[in-house]
Every structure is written in C-alpha cells, then in structure tokens.
C-alpha cells in the first residue's frame, strides 16, 4: 500500500448534501452548510453533483477532485461568481435592447477585483 492507499479505499463511494457538506467541512477547517454546498451548484461553482429525482448525490471522488483543484478556501470558490452574473445580464441586456439592468451590471463589476489584481501587492 501506497502512502495515499487511505484514498483509494472508496473513492466513488455516494454521500448526500449534509455527509458532502460534512466531508468538505474537514479541510475548510468551519462547518459548511448544506444550503451554502447547493448554493455553489446553483451558480455553477461547486463540486460535481448528480440530480436523482429530489435528491442531489455527490461522489467523494468528485468532492476530492474539488478540493484538488480549488483548495479548502470557500472565498475562493465563490471567486468571479459576480463577473458571471453581469457577464449573464450583460447578454440579457443585449439580446432584449432592455438598459435597465446597467447600473446593476456597473455595480456587480466592482465587487470582484479585476483579473490582472494581485492581492499581494495590495495595500
């Protein structure tokens, strides 16, 4: 056995919200809740999930897979999420010729840092 052999043990093994929300838990170092895990597939930002009939199942090969690629920091999981909704208004606006969503657009633009922002020259 390898030193990882403890992950490969079960690595597609099934888990409802509240056991992934748990198992994310772990590596974030807080609790997270199941209702902030379903928010992130909502927005396109979470872990894998499959739809089976009411009921979302994550697999913890998946869930592992997420943290791999974004670590355990929530805040950087919700990282553009504001860019992708004006990006998504912005195309509204355009195809319905409707200007009212432009302050809302402007607004959403300033709450994410601009992509060349680095936070480690910031003062």
């Not at 089976?52 to 920091?73: C, M, N």
């Not at 990006?87 to 633009?109: M, Y």
């Amino acid at each position: 056995m390898g030193p990882d052999a403890t992950d490969d043990i079960a690595p597609d093994m099934e888990m409802t919200s509240r056991e992934a929300a748990a198992y994310l838990s772990g590596p974030v170092g807080y609790s997270i809740s199941t209702k902030f895990l379903r928010g992130l597939k909502y927005v396109a930002r979470g872990p894998a999930v499959e739809k089976r009939g009411a009921r979302l199942v994550y697999r913890k090969s998946a869930l592992d897979a997420f943290l791999r690629e974004y670590g355990s920091d929530p805040n950087v999981w919700m990282e553009g999420i504001w860019r992708d909704v004006a990006d998504q208004l912005r195309g509204i606006a355009a195809a319905t010729g409707d200007d009212g969503f432009d302050q809302l657009i402007e607004t959403l633009d300033k709450r994410d840092p601009p992509d060349d922002w680095d936070p480690d020259l910031a003062k």
